[in-house]
């Protein structure tokens, strides 16, 4: 019975319309297209075995949108007007996931080695920057601050900012406001938590919304790490680009690591994902100083 039935068509078997939008296949000819944009907006590289994956990630696109296919879903983003559909997709697609105090080590480091000296120039009135590339809601960029309001409590007061940019949107828009669930907030450590988040009740219910002295140290900005170029003027002692240029394919990850190179001001320190490497020609300009953490040369 089963077997008879699976050699059916699905539209003669008279199914609830969910389920015979679920039974919507991703074809590799639709994939590969996907792939491009992917490709060509955001450097993302998307293989053929990915199909479960992009298929659940956008089937509910396809569902909002009434269409029956990825076909005509690839001809609706790939179309002049379809601009807002294809920044939808690219969101839709890329993986946001971060947690306060990821990869504890790098912290660790920035607290005793890298912040110190820096902490001593903004005293005497230098300026200081930070960026956080690839922050995803900002979990990343607000534990920096707090190791920085750790080392110096009156930050606010001096030059010191960090940047923090995301090419997604949403997740810049989650920075900016500042307010993470009881579930995040059960993640972070007690002190940071108590000293740096208030609980507030709001009609989405119980949220921690970060203090106002751990925001003024953080500006968000979206911002496309594989754009042509990037509208950044000043330098930056520090970069945190972490488990960003893994989705990348191996061209525009050179090339970004280049770019990293050339907006770090010397000694800049550079802190990769936990399975990325450098790559290309910085690979020479950068030396370990820890794990995936790199001092640009200055020699
Ligand atoms: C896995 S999260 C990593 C977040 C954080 N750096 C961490 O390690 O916890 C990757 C982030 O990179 C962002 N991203 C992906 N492609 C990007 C691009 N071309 N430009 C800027 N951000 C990008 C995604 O939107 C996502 O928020």
Known sequence: MSANLARQPSH???????????????????????????????????????NSLVHSRLIKILRTLNLSSFKEYCD????????????????????NLTRFFREAHHFEHLLKEALPPLIAKAKLGERIRIWSAG??????????????????????????????????CNMV??????????EIAEKMPDNLRNKHFQKVTTENGIQYAASERLKKLVSFRELNLNA??????GKFQIIFCRNVVIYFNAETQKT?????????????YLYIGHSERLSGQSVD????????TYRLKTH
């Open 12 to 50: 003669s078997l008279n199914l609830p319309t969910r389920l015979m939008k679920d039974a919507i296949p991703l074809h590799d000819a639709d994939l590969q297209r996907i792939a491009r944009i992917l490709d060509q907006d955001a450097g993302i590289f998307v293989s053929m075995e990915k």
């Open 285 to 292: 300009k950068f030396e370990s100083v820890g794990t995936t």
């Open 76 to 95: 609706l983003v790939e179309a002049p007007a379809g601009k807002e559909l294809r920044r939808e997709m690219l969101m839709a697609l890329t993986t």
């Open 173 to 182: 828009a989650h920075g900016r406001i500042g307010m993470y669930s009881e």
């Open 256 to 268: 970004l690591w280049n770019n990293f190179r050339d907006m770090l001001c010397g000694p800049g």
């Open 228 to 233: 042509v170029s990037w509208p950044m003027r």
């Open 135 to 168: 922050c995803s809601n900002g979990q990343e960029p607000y534990s920096i601050a707090a190791i920085i309001l750790s080392l110096l409590p009156e930050a606010n007061n001096y030059d010191i900012k960090i940047l923090a940019s995301d090419i997604d």
